[in-house]
């Protein structure tokens, strides 16, 4: 793993370890209702454990190439759906929405058509069962 891709890695720890402290700062939730610090707190108990899993065994990072010798063609339209996902947040058909996003993303990243349509309805149905029926939070 390039220097570069170590300073970026750290950072996103960094960063994760603020988004976690920021969430811990924020109020419980009531009853079995989870709190407002739920979702970033767990959104950066996840980004920590990738950023160290990077930095501890950078030959993972390595088989993907560099973060600076990417496609910045691919990076712009990446950059670009992201944008209209998160423009038509709250517009409703967020499973549509969010299967769409995914398969499109997976596509960029190089995914086979058949996988990734099959992971971006698998982590879409996850999601939606976990906020939307496990802890009775809208996504809509």
Known sequence: MSR???????????????L?????LLPPGIGRLPGPGFFPGSIGGVMLA????????PS??????????????????AALITFAYLALWGSGFFFLRTVLFLYLFLRILGEKPRAGAAVALVLTAAVTLAFQYGLHVSLE
């Open 4 to 18: 570069p891709d170590r300073i970026v890695a750290a950072a996103f720890a960094v960063l994760a370890g603020l």
């Open 50 to 57: 990738l950023s160290v899993a990077l930095l501890v065994r």
């Open 20 to 24: 976690l402290l920021g969430a811990w």
């Open 60 to 77: 993972a990072a390595e088989s993907a190439g560099s973060l600076l010798r990417g496609d910045l063609r691919l990076a712009g339209i």
